[in-house]
């Protein structure tokens, strides 16, 4: 054995360099097993912070720690006048090596079993909105109840690529010191200004040039009378002109609006680059507009929570009587509902308590359905966060919030031929308004659910 690593190995024997050794080769053996995963799949980021970040921080801590742990045995006891020859005769050699040996095997064994499980847990949503953004509570629990509830997060909110990727981790540094000393907004503040552009995440699996066709859409409402009476609303939507309108081969839609963008008061709109025609909002007045950020359109300015979408409390309790979740024979079902919904509570306990108790009162022979009236409170109000009923608006459509609206008022364009159109049938044709049994719908072969 070389006479120089005598020393090196005399003076490495201390619970400090152990220490180093045990990162160093902790490090290296899990590098090694997460290495070719993070360079075969574009589809785990966090796992990426892990490979790239964490592990090599580790290997640089422990590769100090080693020398540190030599100087200061150095300092505390010298060097002997003969080392201890490198054998196994030699008790700190031994030492040494079973050490380095042990811990070797003990992380391959943990590598192997981890890696799998690590690529599995980072690229969850459970990971996401539990695990890391607790403050993201109200968001997550939204997002279980979506159309998207099987799309993992990071492949809207990051999608696949290293520059996002890396773009994702730079704005969230000063997420997690928000999270970290309890400086973040409540409620968290939307739209995300830097939120990767929907062509390069929504277009990945909804195909844009395949329009979707006419759909019938049913909407049963309950009145806040003794019998809950239901009526229903049926509409023929024209998804396919809507989405050709706005998003078609050659179009092109702009718009400024305020950070909320819920006040557009200029559009501009053209096709393959020609024809291009603005509308500017009554009352706009353009040294202020013109300040305001300038966006193209794309699925988001619609479909702006496609699985995080809060509902307001007349909607929630409209679905689950329907769905006979609260029977619609109780007396009042909805104006009760209603009443409990839009009461203050100071936390989401503090209402589950109230709405229970106030429920029982009122129908002592269906207390149960106590439960669906609190889901739909736990569902879309959170006090801790400041969340409340109309905080986050949906804009598709334009019953519950200005959606279609904010650009759709007739604004006239700069050549005056054309508005914005605010003309109903344009997008849908009203088939049966507020009717309690439309015959539209004994006409296609509607069945009517059961609600009790």
């Known amino acids: 054995m070389i006479e120089w690593t005598k020393p090196l190995v005399y003076l490495s024997n201390n619970w400090i360099s152990f220490l180093g050794v045990l990162g160093v080769t902790s490090a290296f053996v899990f590098w090694l097993f997460l290495l070719p995963t993070s360079l075969r799949s574009e589809h785990h980021p966090y796992l990426g912070i892990l490979t790239f970040l964490i592990l090599p921080g580790i290997f640089i801590g422990g590769l100090a720690l080693i020398p540190i742990g030599m100087i200061m045995r150095k300092r505390r006891g010298g060097l002997p006048l003969e080392f201890p020859p490198l054998d196994f005769s030699n008790t700190n050699f031994r030492r040494l090596v079973v050490f380095v040996g042990a811990a070797t095997f003990a992380n391959v064994v943990l590598a192997s079993t981890f890696t799998y499980q690590a690529?599995?847990?980072?690229?969850?949503?459970?990971?996401?909105?539990?695990?890391?953004?607790?403050?993201?509570?109200?968001?997550?629990?939204?997002?279980?109840?979506?159309?998207?509830?099987?799309?993992?997060?990071?492949?809207?909110?990051?999608?696949?690529?290293?520059?996002?990727?890396?773009?994702?981790?730079?704005?969230?540094l000063w997420q997690v010191v928000s999270v970290t000393f309890d400086l973040y907004h409540r409620p968290i503040e939307t739209p995300i200004p830097d939120l990767r552009p929907a062509?390069?995440?929504c277009e990945a699996c909804h195909w844009p040039q395949k329009y979707g066709e006419d759909r019938i859409r049913v909407n049963t409402h309950y009145a806040d009378d003794e019998k809950n009476t239901a009526t229903q609303n049926v509409l023929l939507v024209r998804i396919g002109k809507i989405h050709r309108a706005?998003?078609?081969?050659?179009?092109?839609?702009?718009?400024r609006a305020d950070a909320k963008r819920e006040n557009i008061p200029w559009v501009e709109h053209s096709e393959n680059g020609k024809d291009i025609r603005t509308y500017t909002a009554k009352d706009a007045k353009a040294d202020a507009y013109v300040k305001m950020d300038l966006r193209v359109m794309d699925c988001m300015d619609c479909h702006n929570r496609p699985s995080h979408t809060f509902e307001t409390p007349e909607l929630a309790l409209d679905r689950?009587?329907?769905?006979?979740l609260i029977p619609s024979s109780l007396p009042f079902a909805r104006k009760k509902g209603l009443e409990l919904l839009k009461a203050s509570y100071s936390s989401n306990a503090d209402a589950e308590t109230k709405i229970r108790s106030a429920?029982?009162?009122?129908?002592?022979?269906?207390?149960?359905?106590a439960q669906a009236v609190v889901d739909i409170y736990n569902r879309n109000v959170f006090p801790e966060m400041n969340i409340t009923w109309g905080t986050y608006p949906n804009h598709i459509g334009h019953n519950s919030f200005p959606g279609c609206f904010r650009c759709h008022d007739e604004r006239p364009s700069n050549t005056g031929a054309k508005t914005i159109t605010q003309d109903c049938n344009n997008c849908h044709s009203l088939l049966a308004m507020d009717e309690a049994s439309p015959k539209i719908l004994t006409d296609i072969g509607f069945e009517k659910p059961k609600t009790d």
Not at 246 to 255: A, C, D, S
Not at 320 to 324: A, F, H, L, N, T
Not at 359 to 369: E, L, M, T, V
Request: proline letters at 5%; one cysteine or more; glycine letters at 14%.
């Open 119 to 172: 690529v599995a847990f980072m690229d969850s949503a459970g990971f996401c909105g539990l695990t890391c953004h607790k403050v993201m509570k109200p968001e997550y629990t939204a997002y279980q109840g979506s159309p998207h509830a099987r799309v993992d997060c990071v492949g809207c909110h990051i999608g696949p690529g290293a520059n996002w990727f890396v773009k994702s981790k730079l704005s969230g």
């Open 199 to 201: 062509r390069e995440t």
């Open 246 to 255: 706005h998003l078609g081969t050659g179009v092109q839609i702009r718009y």
């Open 320 to 324: 689950r009587i329907s769905g006979g």
């Open 359 to 369: 429920w029982a009162a009122a129908y002592p022979n269906a207390a149960g359905s």
